[in-house]
């Protein structure tokens, strides 16, 4: 029998309504337009205004979004993965609650951690489970909302990100379709440059990290720039070449959405043109978790069954790495 692999089978997203544009921003911080748009490619970012609405309001409508496209009874599905940096709660997993709100009343769910690689890192245990014969349907959800911990006074941070949820479906393939490859890596020394000070168990809550404003994602952006260019390349370059793959071979790059500059610097390494990178940080800015889901969703229509796909992503932690991807199907 033909070896099995785990291939994606229907996408979905959400995006909230309200879209904060970089001309809003400019009455919020000292910045403008220009600067935005030439150091990120940013020019406007989305945000979930609901009230006591988290990230799960956001997965739930990627699940579903997925679902309707895909005509799949939630019932079917043995696990949900959401893939979040930005959970509704502490401890009480935003992916059971999801998975519950979808009626994915078989499967069971749990959040994946990695901050902007969770996506990758959890389409690497969603394939496993998959190739393992273990699971039949695992649902990735990657989604985030950034603006529940961004500080809208900090002009380094407040421009990039912004909040939305991709979804992907994981299921047996013959064919010899969908994950082929992955080169998955992580480095400690990442973890003061990227970071919350405050709010987890080395510095609980309290009022005085609330005064010093020790709640909010705190980055050294020339660093962080200057690691991710570098390894989103690398691993690139690697996963083409132990795959043996040229780039004429590769229908698509679909790099995590950071800023414009590390995607055209990834792909000039591995000497891919602009038209087979897949983009949408100028509508949608830094996602996070939902970055690479939401290309998918996007291009979805262009994609060609037995397409080539190059995933690379570089996130706080450090957490960076590539995968290689046969898609499986024409819409
Ligand atoms: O997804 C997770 C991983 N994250 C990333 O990959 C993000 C990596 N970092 C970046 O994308 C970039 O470093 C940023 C977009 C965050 C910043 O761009 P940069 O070209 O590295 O700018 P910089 O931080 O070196 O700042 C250059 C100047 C500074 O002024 P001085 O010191 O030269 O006078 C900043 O104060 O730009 C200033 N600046 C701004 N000016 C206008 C910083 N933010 C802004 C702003 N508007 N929003």
């Known amino acids: ?30 910045t403008n337009d220009e600067w935005i748009t030439s150091r990120t490619g940013i020019k406007e970012r989305r945000i979930l205004k609901e009230e006591n609405a988290g990230t799960s309001y956001m997965a739930i409508r990627a699940a579903e979004d997925l679902l309707k496209k895909g005509d799949i009874n939630p019932e079917e599905i043995d696990l949900v993965i959401v893939a ?9 997993s935003t992916a059971v609650y999801t998975a519950t709100k979808i009626g994915a009343i078989n ?19 969603a394939a496993s489970y998959i190739e393992s014969g273990r699971y039949k349907k695992v649902l990735l959800i990657g989604a ?36 082929q490859d992955e080169y998955l890596r992580s480095d400690g020394i990442g973890r003061d440059f990227l970071k919350i000070n405050a709010g987890g168990s080395i510095l609980p809550s309290s009022e005085e990290t609330i ?24 691993v690139s370059e690697k996963i083409l070449e132990r795959n043996n793959l040229t780039k004429d071979e590769v229908n698509w790059l679909v ?45 979805e229509k262009e994609l060609k069954k037995g397409d080539n796909l190059i995933f690379a992503a570089f996130g706080g932690g450090f957490t960076w790495g590539a995968t290689y991807l046969k898609w499986a199907y024409n819409r």
Do not use: W
């Open 255 to 299: 790099p995590h959405q950071a800023n414009k500059r590390i995607i055209e610097a990834t792909a000039n390494r591995i000497g891919i043109s602009n038209d087979k990178v897949m983009m949408n940080i100028h509508r949608y800015g830094n996602t996070t978790s939902a970055t690479l889901g939401l290309l998918l969703a996007d291009y």
């Open 144 to 179: 985030d909302k950034m603006s529940s911990i961004i500080d809208y006074k900090d002009r380094a941070t407040c421009i990039i990100f912004g909040d939305g949820a991709g979804a992907a479906l994981f299921e047996p393939n013959h064919e010899g379709l969908g994950l």
């Open 211 to 234: 005064k010093n404003r020790q709640h909010f994602v705190h980055q050294e952006g020339k660093t962080v720039f200057k690691f991710a260019v570098s390894k989103m390349a690398d």
């Open 107 to 125: 499967a069971f769910a749990y959040d994946l951690q990695a901050a902007c690689s969770s996506f990758l890192y959890g389409m690497s245990t």
């Open 1 to 30: 029998m033909a070896k099995t692999t785990a291939a994606i089978t229907a996408v979905g997203k959400y995006l909230p309504e309200y879209i904060l544009t970089n001309q809003e921003l400019e009455t919020m911080v000292d």
């Open 84 to 92: 979040t940096a930005t959970p509704d709660m502490l401890v009480a």
